[in-house]
């Protein structure tokens, strides 16, 4: 027989695809089918690691003889493994686990920001920041919503099988059936698990790409497959639950993560304090956080611990605040803070505005309007602290330019702006006929110059805007 027949033998004797072996080879497919039709020959590294998986000499592999069968070895433990409903589903649930506190905590994360920008009065990057946050949520949700659902397609397939495990020295072989057929039989090395993790009663072992489930309680004492738990440098393992780098690392996975959000919250307390939304440079303030959790990935490694999760987590999460950090390096920021507007509505309205803290005025004419009664040309926020307008507070109720509610024969005269807001105080100046809170005596087109102030929050709304005015 030829080196290619041969691999064919004892691939189909050890029950792997031809997909199955090219992953254990770290080759494709594609390669294995030229090496069993003769087209190309496996080098010596190659050779060697087919020795390993078939258990079989090199000399069986390259001579002409007809195959020998691999040499019968008895496992040293065996198993017949099913699976109950209840099992499955604590199982799943701590698979799910950290995924459902995380959305938890970002849900409450949530709430906070939005009282933080309630409290800010809004504003772009608020508004920005909230709304990245509330996609997170979704996506957080949405995740945790398919991985519930794919886990309880797969619990239905597996509460349908039987599973036989044979343990040997090097190798565990698990033979799967199904209404007594086989479906499934694979032979794993114990060099090509990647991780095991400790679930309850349940020992989950993952090895490319597959899990395979042992019942911790059903296991034999010195177990082969209970010492995989010790730590390997090619292998993610479950140390001790005092496992102070395992804690660490942890630690540095969950911290990172939370620096973002610290990093929006922080970004909503300084726009409130500051009078400004262009607050996301705090979020490089958060830097040092994934930086150390890299550190502490470089540190895992040189112990021979996992420490992939680490570097991955810190590299994505500096890269996330740098990008956030920069955004008004680079978006422009759509308010102008000029002090014309108010100028311009003294001198029109002939009233005097006390000192303000803060203005932020949005030209709406760069920009495509919904068709409403009113044509939009400007608003301006004018933001005030308390101490400054308790005597303009006290003269409104005796000034006749100012009204307390908007009376009927002003709602079609009035901007559509002014219906999201409640005000304390109106005023609604016609620029064309210089008439105070009255509607025109002749149809046209009118521009208007509308006030709102809200004591509660001491700001002062602006707005501009053109109507056509109908009786």
């Known amino acids: 027989m030829t080196v290619g027949e041969k691999i064919q033998f004892y691939r189909k004797k050890s029950g792997l695809s031809q997909e199955e072996l090219g992953q254990k080879m770290l080759v ?9 039709m003769d087209k190309t020959l496996p080098t010596v590294d190659n050779l060697i690691r087919l020795k390993e998986i078939f258990s079989v000499s090199i000399d069986d592999m390259l001579n002409d003889a007809e195959p020998s069968e691999p040499t019968e070895e008895e496992p040293k433990e ?9 099992e499955l589903e604590e199982l799943s649930k701590k698979l799910r686990s950290p995924t459902l506190k995380l959305l938890i905590f970002s849900l409450i994360f949530d709430l906070m920001l939005i009282v933080v920008s309630c409290a800010a009065r809004g504003g772009f990057t608020n508004g920005l920041i909230l709304g990245v946050c509330l996609l997170f949520t979704l996506f ?5 919503r398919n991985a519930r659902k794919t886990q309880s397609a797969n619990d239905a397939t597996v509460l349908e099988r039987t599973y036989f495990y044979e343990v040997y020295d090097d190798r565990f072989v698990v033979r799967i059936t199904r209404n007594e057929e086989i479906v499934t039989l694979r032979q794993i090395l114990f060099s090509e698990v990647k991780q095991v993790r400790t679930l309850g009663n349940v020992l989950l072992l993952e090895s490319g790409g597959q899990h395979f489930m042992f019942k911790r309680d059903a296991l034999i004492p010195d ?6 738990q010790a730590p390997s440098p090619t292998r993610g393992a479950t140390p001790a639950p005092r496992d102070r780098y395992r804690k660490l690392s942890d630690l540095f996975i969950l911290l990172p993560i939370f620096s973002i959000f610290a990093g929006f919250l922080a970004g909503g307390f300084a726009a409130s304090l500051l009078g400004t939304d262009r607050t996301t440079w705090v979020f490089f303030l958060f830097l040092p956080v994934p930086l150390a ?8 490694k040189k112990k021979g611990r996992r420490y992939q999760k680490n570097l991955v987590v810190g590299i994505v999460t500096a890269l996330i605040l740098c990008g956030l950090g920069s955004i008004h390096f ?10 014309e507007p108010v100028l ?19 030209d709406w004419t760069k920009g495509t309007q919904s068709p409403g009664r009113d044509y939009i040309l400007s608003t301006s926020d004018v933001l005030f602290d308390e101490s400054t307008v308790e005597e303009f507070e006290k003269n409104l109720a005796g000034d006749a330019k100012w009204i307390d509610r908007i009376p009927n024969d002003l709602i079609g005269v009035t901007s559509s702006y002014f219906d999201a807001f409640d005000g304390d105080y109106y005023l609604v100046f016609n620029e064309d006929t210089k008439e105070f809170n009255a509607p025109p005596g002749e149809n046209g087109t009118y521009t208007f110059l509308g006030v709102l102030w809200d004591a509660k929050e001491n700001v002062m709304r602006l707005v501009e805007y053109r109507i056509e005015y109908v009786k």
């Open 28 to 36: 494709s497919r594609q390669t294995v089918s030229l090496w069993e």
């Open 78 to 86: 065996k198993y017949v493994f099913r699976y109950e409903k209840a």
């Open 140 to 144: 957080l949700y949405l995740g945790f």
């Open 223 to 228: 177990s082969a497959i209970a010492a995989l």
């Open 293 to 300: 959790a890299i550190a502490v990935g470089i540190l895992l």
């Open 330 to 339: 680079w978006l422009p920021d759509p308010y102008t803070h000029g002090d």
């Open 344 to 362: 311009r509505a003294e001198e029109m309205l002939e009233i005097d505005i006390p000192e303000y803290s803060r203005i932020d005025t949005f």
